[in-house]
């Protein structure tokens, strides 16, 4: 009786017999603090109205028929689940933020546009300047970060910086490329990059700095505790305000096809002192653009 009362309840939640007419249809992958406070900073000095539907809350959620029912002007697609829901949506603009798959998408989906997860190369290399490190290696999976590396290694040539590179299909590859990096770099560059960098391979970058007395510059602050010299992490709140930029302009009239894939607007420089100190890094040299 309870599953019965619980699924009629879902069902009034998620297809409701008249939908009230509203601005923007948020789907959210999951209930989580990161997702929380892009959605806030989405909200700050707008007055949209919204329909919001977590994801993880419902076994399964038909995102077309709703979208076709009430007619949002535009979804706003939180996490990689989020996207992937909207696969399905041609019609109806879809900016995207915290996903690591938009930029493969967005090349099939002139209806797609958002923000990258991650910072402008720019801003890891001008860190490694600073730094004064000159050949970084990076592992990735070409098919999920190959878009970036090209970037990455465009802009590195003209900062005199090399840029040592190293390809993985699995996740297990990283483990032997990681040890093939030896004696041939002076620091390791960690991109959000989901082969190359995962829960079992994660610790072998940190061991890898330890052994050859070289910085791990990351992504997520969480690393700093690991052992990462130094990440360049997202301030979710102002990427919600940047998403919150793009929708405006599109409920204003604006294709979604004429707004191109962003980097995030700001990134936080945060540094392990300890782990400076022991590399013989000042934190003058690490401090370099603190704040963009």
């Avoid at 009362?5 to 009034?12: D, E, K, L, T």
């Avoid at 959210?28 to 929380?36: E, H, K, L, T």
């Avoid at 949209?48 to 002007?73: F, H, M, N």
Wanted: proline share 4%.
């Amino acid at each position: 009786m309870r599953i019965l009362a619980a699924f009629i309840f879902s069902c009034a939640l998620l297809f409701p017999l008249v939908a009230d007419a509203y601005d923007v249809l948020v789907l959210q992958s999951r209930r989580d603090p990161a997702f929380d406070e892009a959605l806030s900073g989405f909200r700050t000095g707008r007055n949209l109205s919204e329909r919001l539907i977590v994801l993880a809350d419902y076994v399964d959620v038909d995102i077309t028929r709703i979208v076709r029912e009430d007619q949002p002007a535009l979804v706003l697609a939180l996490g990689d689940k989020a996207l992937e829901a909207t696969r399905k949506l041609r019609q109806t603009p879809v900016v995207a933020l915290i996903s690591l798959g938009i930029h493969n998408r967005h090349t099939s989906h002139s209806n797609l546009t958002g923000i990258d997860m991650f910072a402008a190369p720019e801003r890891y290399l001008t860190l490694f300047q600073g730094m004064r490190k000159h050949r970084i290696g990076l592992i990735f999976h070409p098919a999920k970060s190959g878009w970036y590396v090209q970037q990455a290694r465009q802009i590195a040539q003209r900062m005199g910086i090399e840029l040592v590179l190293r390809e993985v299909s699995v996740p297990r590859d990283t483990l032997f490329h990681l040890s093939s990096l030896a004696g041939k770099v002076d620091a390791l560059w960690m991109l959000p990059d989901s082969t190359a960098v995962t829960r079992e391979t994660v610790e072998a970058y940190f061991r890898f700095s330890q052994e050859h007395n070289v910085p791990v510059v990351s992504f997520a602050s969480a690393y700093l505790g690991l052992g990462a010299a130094a990440v360049l992490e997202i301030d979710r709140t102002e990427l919600g305000r940047q998403a919150g930029d793009m929708s405006s302009a599109i409920l204003k009239g604006a294709e979604a096809s004429d707004i191109p894939l962003a980097y995030p607007h700001r990134v936080l420089l945060k540094t392990n002192p300890s782990v400076l100190k022991h590399l013989g890094i000042t934190a003058e040299q690490a401090i370099m653009n603190p704040r963009e």
